[in-house]
C-alpha cells in the first residue's frame, strides 16, 4: 500500500454522487478501490474484495481484461471521435453489424446511447415520433410498473417505479402510469401462481382499456426487475404482457439494460428466456462491460418501415447524443463481444447458473431471510427482521450493516432496499461463488447478532 494516499474518500463535497443525501455532503467516508482484476476489486489498503454485485451489473467480462484496453487504446490512437451526425467510423459500422445479427427477429436498428437511462429516453422518444408520423399525436401515454428502474433522465426516471425515491424530484405524472409490481412473494399464499400472474396480465389490459388503445403508446418493462430488488415475475407474464400489447397496438418496450450480454446466459433474454420479440430494446451496462460508457436501442424494421410507408415526406429522428456510436466505446464494446465469443461466456453462465441457484438458495435456512429470487447470474435475498411487523426502512438499514461486515471480510454488497442484490462478473468460478455466498452468510448472521 502506498502510505500517502488516503484509503477512504470524504470527498471534501466536490463529488455529488448519484443519489447522495446533498445534507452529508463532505461527511461521508467512500472507500477508494485502487485495482482490479477478474471478479475482485482492491481496495486503498490492498485488500481484494469480490465484487458481488458486479460494479453495477455491469462489469460481465470482470476486470483488467487486456483485451479491451489494448483495443481501446488503439482506437484513441487511430480515430478518437468522429461526428456522427455527419460521418462513419468502421468500428460503429461493424458494431452496429455485429448487434445487429446478434438481436432478435427484426430488431435490426441500432441507436447508439450514452448509457441505460439515454436508451430507455430514446426509445420513449422514438415512440413518440412514430405517433407522430403516422398522424396520431394522442398516442402518448405509457405505462410501466412499480419498481421498475429504467434510468435517470426525466423521462426514464418518471417510467421508474421505486416510489421512495421520487420524492422531491419532479416527474410527468399525467402520461405515465404504474401497474402494480409482478412480486409472486405478494401473491395470497391461496391464489395460485398462474392466477396471480393473469391478475397482473390483466391489471394491464385494464389500464390499456380505461386510457383508451388509441392513446396508449407503449408498455416498458425489464424481464426481471433488476434494481427494484432482483423481482423474478411469474413464468409466461413477459409473454402474455406482449401479447395484450399486441392485441391493443401498444409497443413493447424491453429494458435489458442489466439482462442484455450475458447475465442470463443468452445476448438478448427478450426471446431466447421469455420468447418474445419486442419491439424495441434498450441495453447498455454489459455492451461494453462498463470499460466505457455506451448504450445502445434495438428498434424493429416494422417501426422503421411503418413510417417510411406512411408518407412521403422527411422524417427526421432529431434526437441524439455528441457521442451517439463513439468509435473508442464501439472498439470496447467488440472487443467485450469478442471475449464472450471465445471464452463462450454464455455457454459457462447456462452451465454454472443451476449451482449459483443452489449456492444462493442456501441462505434461506437463515431465519431473517424471508425470499430468494435467483435468475441467470443474478439474485435478490430478501431479509425482513420481523415478517409479522414489516419495515422496509428498517430492513434497510440493517443490510447496510450487512454490507460492511460482508466488505470488511472481502465481499462487496449492493443492498436494495431490502435485499442483498449479487450479480457478479459472469466469469465467476464455483469456488468464488462458494466464497462469495459463504462471505454473505457471515454478513446476515454477524450483523443478526450484534442487533
Ligand atoms: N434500465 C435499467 C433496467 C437499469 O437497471 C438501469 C440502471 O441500472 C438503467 C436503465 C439506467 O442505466 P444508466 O445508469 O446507464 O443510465
Redesign the pocket.
Known sequence: MDSAKPTHDKNDGHFLR?WQDVTTLGETEWTFLENSRGVYVTDGEGNDILDGPGG???VNVGYGREEIIEAVANQMRQLSYFSPWSMASSVTTALSQKLAALAPGDLNNVFFT???????DSALRFVFFYNNCLGRPEKKHIISRVN??????YL?SSCSGKMPEKANMDMIEDTIHLLSCPKPKDKPKTQSMEAFCDEKVAELEDKILELGSDRVAAFIA?PI???GGVIVPPDGYFEKCHAVCKKHDVLFIA?????AFGRLGHYFASEDVFGIVPDMI?T??GLTSGYV?M?ALFISNRLIDTIKSASNESRNFVSGFTYSGHPVAAAAAMANLEIFEKENLLEHVREITPYFEQKIRSLEDIPIVTDVRVKGLMAGVECELDQDNPDEVRDAEFLYTVDDICQAHGLLVRPVYNSCVMSPPLTITKPQIDDMVALLRIGLEQAYAQL
Open positions: 448519484p453495477m451489473w455491469c450514452t448509457g441505460g437511462s439515454t436508451a430507455v421498475a428502474y429504467h434510468g435517470s433522465t426514464a425489464e426487475l433488476a434494481s429494458d435489458e439494460v442489466v439482462t434498450t447498455a451496462k460508457p448504450g
